[in-house]
């Protein structure tokens, strides 16, 4: 059965379900091609709503049907069903059978590697059962499967488990997006935790036997996160038992479903001889964040899909609170300001643009936005910076009183805030209404010591929002004096009209300011400030991330002069970066994220911005020419710097050690320009940890030395689906751009492309789409590659299709010959017939 035609869904239609369920109860006959779900659902009717009984229910097939016992004949069609129901309460049953194994789309229950499991966020339950498919509709699931696997989970607690037949309950009340079943021959590494009010909960990290290696760190991770969020925002983990499940087939990274989360093995599983620094990172993070929607998400939800944010930037915003006080908070910042302006810039400067809560969407999956996630979570971190750490905390706690086993909306979260601080947050909503990123003008004065800063703020009008109002927007500000020294310390300038000066009094000098310190809220500062400014705060100022931000901002500046006009890298930045890679003082890893560049494409971001056509060929040797240029620039530098940074203890992935290693691993590539491959070489053959031996590899694929270490690293990780993933990805991600899309090409021909993997179709694709001069090659090679693969993937796997086709969000910058070509291929997947509703509403906003 086909989708019928799109249907826009607006927020401003909201209206509530007119039935409680007082119970649901659920029966799985597991089979792979047609499992049986029977469902006993206890309905009372609201005195108010509207009655109208409609279930939603998408491919399946109708066994019977019974309300109160007796067999009923509902209207069925392709997106659920209608029935005519008893005025009072009852009892709906149904009988219905599934395709599990057939299910490519990974979205409700579906077959991986021979084990069960489900994705149900957002509209996945419907394809398992009719059922008001809403996250307003809150109820107690007890659920029972039937099925020769060793290991059948649910969500809650256990109530029997027996050979063949297991059942759960689970006492809290949870929308249908929640829901969640695993079954297969499964192995647990078992641990436990002791809540601090003395509750004993079992904690189970379920892997496909041979992964068992590969647990430790994600259950310390759980682990961690649980006593994180008792001590900071006093939130205790309430069933006896916390599941998780390690699934090979997953379209995003982790589900939070209640006491069973499953998800993506790349987002789990990580060993020392398997995983980089950054995929610990990354796991730890990702435990964290769902562990976190047990109560941003679970205990409080949403009230429909446009609250998204709700508990997405605030879990967000809550895993980079536990992240930075795990590892280093400045290095944590600046990670994540430089995703933000990369994923999320990039995606409200283009077609793709939408408010962190929007108000229409045709498919909810598309909305799993940069946007959504990460903007939402700077919105709370502005908030917190708006009203202080102390009335934050208590806001939040009159949050979770208030709010624990309701649906909630934007309205509700920030009147607690405004309750707490009796401030009116009226102006501070605009930041979940109006779309794009606020652009900061700054000027300065000087006058009889008096110093002014004066701000504006202009938003561009765009479709969702064409008549921008004024932000509040917090600027966390500081001053120097030109010895050096801090004169004013850290303070929140509150922007909250179009134009604004704040002044300082009793400076004895003329200060150098430090604005938008730590990356006080999302916006672009626009002023262009002097190149000595620049380099003065690279050398002085006692903020972290606006250091960071100074030699950033060099960079970009010679990286742009080097492409308008051929000019040389510019040396004040490499003798300010000099004296930072040599300051011992400073964290390897902040060292290390100095002398990385701006991305390409924030480069690309850059010259658009001010009305100009990137050249991705320029911008490619642009880049080149300054890694070129660090490398003689730091030619004395470097071998010490490398000797210094190699870890001589056991490896563990603690931010002290991967902070030396990133260094180390920087340096390795300059150093390989200066002096050849050898070291490389030697790193590749004597590595004992995949951060090393995969950095190694990938310097030497630059080289152009990287067969033979290609060669080995296939023989040796054949077998290792993960580190296969990253072989495939680094052959991409380091092909020079004329080679990108023939790289890519032949990787598809390799006999382990299993392109219905999502991870596998990502290690390939996304790796061509972050390559910016290949992805953008003048031949439109990469366009074409990329869109043969999308029309492929899409009958199969629309989510993991529509989520690449945000590769093409920029095509309108890049010149009249790109554009043609990109156009070209856009118009041929949206001529593809029965395109899903997922690609065709993301392409049909890209192509415009
Ligand atoms: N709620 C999940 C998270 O923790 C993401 C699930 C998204 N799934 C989807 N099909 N859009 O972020
Ligand atoms: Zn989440």
Redesign the pocket.
């Known amino acids: 059965m086909r989708d019928a035609a799109p249907q826009t869904v607006y927020l401003k239609d909201y209206k509530p379900f007119g039935y409680d369920i007082d119970s649901v109860q659920l029966d799985f006959d597991l089979s792979p091609h047609a499992t049986r779900v029977k469902s006993r659902i206890a309905f009372r009717p609201k005195p108010t709503s509207d009655r109208r009984f409609f279930l939603h229910g998408e491919q399946l097939k109708l066994i019977a049907a019974r309300i109160d016992g007796a067999p009923v004949t509902p209207q069925v069609n392709a997106q659920g069903l209608m029935c005519d129901v008893p005025d009072g309460p009852f009892i709906w049953e149904a009988e219905v059978e599934i395709d599990p194994a057939n299910n490519t789309a990974l ?1 409700g229950l579906y077959m991986s590697g021979g084990m069960y499991c489900t ?1 149900c ?2 509209e ?1 339950f419907r394809k398992i059962t009719y059922y008001p498919d809403r996250p307003d509709v809150m109820s107690v699931f007890t659920v029972r499967i039937n099925g020769p696997h060793p290991v059948l989970l649910s969500n809650g607690n256990p109530v029997s488990q027996a050979d063949g037949v297991a059942e759960w309950h689970d006492p809290w009340p949870k929308p249908a997006y929640l829901f969640a079943l695993v079954a297969g021959d499964l192995v647990a590494h078992a641990d436990e935790f002791t809540t601090k009010s003395g509750r004993k909960v079992d904690l189970n990290l379920y892997v496909r036997p041979g992964d068992e290696g590969k647990c430790a760190f994600g259950m310390q991770a759980l682990k961690d996160s649980m006593k994180w969020d008792e001590a900071v925002y006093g939130r205790e983990y309430d069933l006896d038992i916390f599941n998780i499940v390690a699934v090979d087939d997953f ?6 479903n209640k006491g069973l989360n499953v998800f993506n093995s790349s987002a789990v599983l990580a060993s020392p001889e398997t995983s980089t620094d950054m995929n610990f990172q990354r796991v730890e993070a990702i435990i964290a ?2 562990y976190f ?1 047990n109560w941003t ?1 679970n205990r409080i939800t949403c009230r429909d899909w446009f609250q998204l944010c709700l ?2 930037g605030l ?1 967000v915003y809550r895993d980079s609170q536990f992240t930075s006080d795990m590892r280093s908070a400045a290095v944590k910042r600046i990670g994540d300001v430089i995703d933000l302006r990369a994923r999320q810039f990039a995606e409200d400067q283009g077609p793709l643009s939408h408010p962190v809560r929007p108000e229409s969407f045709q498919e ?2 598309n909305f ?1 936005t940069a946007t959504v ?1 990460e903007k939402g979570s700077e919105v709370i971190g502005m908030l917190r910076r708006l009203v202080g750490a102390q009335a934050y905390a208590e806001a939040l706690d009159l949050y979770f009183e208030r709010h624990d086993g309701q649906a909630c909306t934007i309205e509700d979260w920030l009147k607690v805030f405004e309750d707490t601080t009796g401030r009116d947050l009226g102006q501070f909503k605009r930041w979940y209404s109006q779309a794009g990123t606020p652009r900061i003008k700054v000027e300065d004065n000087w006058n009889s010591n008096t110093y002014t800063l004066t701000f504006t703020q202009h938003l561009k009008p765009s479709a969702t929002t064409p008549d921008p109002k004024p932000q509040v927007i917090p600027i966390v500000t500081g001053l120097l004096a030109p010895s050096g020294q801090e004169v004013v310390a850290s303070r929140v300038l509150e922007l909250t009209e179009a134009q604004q000066s704040f002044t300082f009094e009793g400076l004895t000098e003329r200060p150098v300011p430090s604005v938008l310190r730590g990356f006080s809220a999302p916006v672009i500062l626009e002023n262009k400030r002097a190149q000595e400014h620049a380099a003065f705060l690279l050398a002085h100022d006692t903020d972290p991330f606006n250091r960071w931000e100074a030699g950033r901002e060099l960079a970009r500046d010679s990286l742009l002069a080097m492409i308008r006009s051929g000019a040389a890298p510019d040396l004040g930045y490499l003798d300010g970066l000099a004296k930072v890679l040599s300051d011992t003082t400073l964290d390897p890893a902040y060292r290390a994220l100095m002398l990385a560049l701006p991305g390409q494409t924030d480069i690309a971001t850059a010259l658009h911005d001010v009305g100009e056509t990137p050249d991705p060929d320029a911008i490619w040797s642009a880049h080149e020419t300054m890694i070129e240029a660090q490398a003689t620039h730091f030619a004395e530098l470097l071998p010490a710097l490398f000797a210094q940074n190699q870890v001589r203890e056991a490896y563990r992935p603690n931010a002290a050690q991967s902070g030396q290693r990133s260094l180390a691993n920087a340096v390795l590539r300059l150093l390989c320009l200066n002096d050849g491959p050898d070291r490389a070489q030697a790193q590749f053959d004597t590595a004992d940890n995949m951060t090393q031996q995969l950095a190694a590899l990938a310097v030497l694929l630059r080289a152009n030395a990287g067969k033979d270490a290609l060669q080995s690293f296939e023989t040796q990780w054949k077998s290792d689906r993960l580190v296969m993933d990253k072989w495939f990805g680094l052959q991409v991600m380091q092909a020079a751009p004329a080679d990108v899309a023939e790289t890519a090409q032949a990787l598809t021909q390799h006999p382990d492309f299993n392109w219905k993997n999502p991870n596998r179709f990502r290690a390939v694709f996304g790796s061509l789409a972050a390559h910016h001069a290949g992805l953008n090659s003048a031949d439109g090679a990469g366009y074409k590659l990329l869109a043969d693969w999308l029309i492929k993937l899409d009958p199969v796997n629309p ?1 993991t299709t529509a989520r690449m086709c945000a590769a093409f969000q920029t095509w309108r910058r890049y010149d009249a010959e790109r554009q043609a070509l990109c156009a070209t291929q856009l118009d041929r997947i949206l001529a593809v017939p029965d395109l899903s509703r997922d690609t065709s509403e993301m392409l049909e906003r890209i192509r415009g």
């Open positions: 979205e994705q966020e957002a996945g379209n995003m990274g982790a589900m939070e964040h769902e929607h998400g508990k997405e879990t909810i999956n799993y996630y989510q």
